[in-house]
């Protein structure tokens, strides 16, 4: 099965307020991970990244929470809009090899409420 | 957009048959990395080429295979098609700094019937 997962396949909030989406990995020895939004139609659009130095990175209205002592990884969306309806994906990478293959969650679907 | 380009958007093939797929990477970008989406599921990777060579390969059949160009595009065959490729097949180019950071097209839909 995928090493990365996430906690809720569905998330549905109101416009304006905070979204908070989770992520677990299993693979220890990953050291980079990556947020991306897909709109329908459409391909996966680069959000955040974040490397296991780090436990948080801030964005444009996003933040990237890392805690790697429980394999966690959390995105954050302030003053949600309507515009940010997607499905969101989380994947993980260990650097050093030879290529760099993403492995991708099956993904969490935010619905923002007008 | 990523300046990522794939032909065609949708495609339709019957079993049995052979499929070609085709990506421009963002100038600039001397790797190219498929992806599978299925219906529901995030991508999966199928393989990666960065100058002309084949990179790294997932979980996939030798049926597919690619091939990248001297000016870094890339295809993507798929022999004897079955009904579970029907998918979503998802491009993206990466390169220079940041090499993890991958650049997505916006994919070919591919319906096997």
């Known amino acids: 099965g995928e090493s990365v997962g996430l906690h809720l396949p569905t998330l549905s909030v109101q416009e304006g307020d905070n979204s908070i989406i989770n992520c677990a990995y299993s693979?220890?020895?990953?050291?980079?991970f990556i947020w991306y939004k897909q709109e329908s139609g459409k391909g996966p659009q680069f959000i955040i990244d974040?490397?296991?130095?780090?436990d948080k990175r801030q964005g444009q209205r996003v933040t990237v929470l890392l805690n790697k002592t429980v394999k966690h990884l959390s995105l954050q969306i302030a003053a949600t809009q309507p515009g940010d309806s997607a499905v969101y994906f989380c994947?993980?990478?260990?650097?050093?090899?030879?290529?760099?293959?993403?492995?991708f969650g099956k993904g969490t679907l935010l619905t923002v409420n007008p | 957009e990523t300046g990522v380009t794939q032909s065609p958007t949708h495609l339709i093939k019957t079993r049995g048959q052979q499929v070609t797929l085709r990506c421009s990477s963002q100038?600039?970008?001397?790797?190219v990395s498929w992806y599978q989406q299925a219906l529901g599921q995030g991508p999966q990777f199928i393989f990666q080429?960065?100058?002309?060579?084949?990179?790294g390969r997932g979980n996939f059949p030798p049926r597919f295979s690619g091939l990248q160009f001297p000016n870094y595009s890339s295809e993507l065959n798929v022999n004897a098609l079955e009904l579970d490729d029907s998918a979503l097949y998802l491009c993206?180019?990466?390169?220079?700094?940041?090499?993890?950071?991958?650049?997505f097209g916006s994919g070919t839909q591919l319906s096997v019937l």
């Open positions: 994947a993980e990478n260990v650097s050093g090899g030879s290529n760099y293959k993403l492995t």
């Open positions: 993206a180019s990466s390169g220079g700094q940041g090499t993890e950071k991958l650049f």
């Open positions: 080429y960065y100058r002309e060579e084949e990179n």
């Open positions: 100038s600039g970008h001397n790797t």
């Open positions: 974040i490397r296991s130095n780090m």
């Open positions: 693979n220890s020895a990953s050291d980079y």
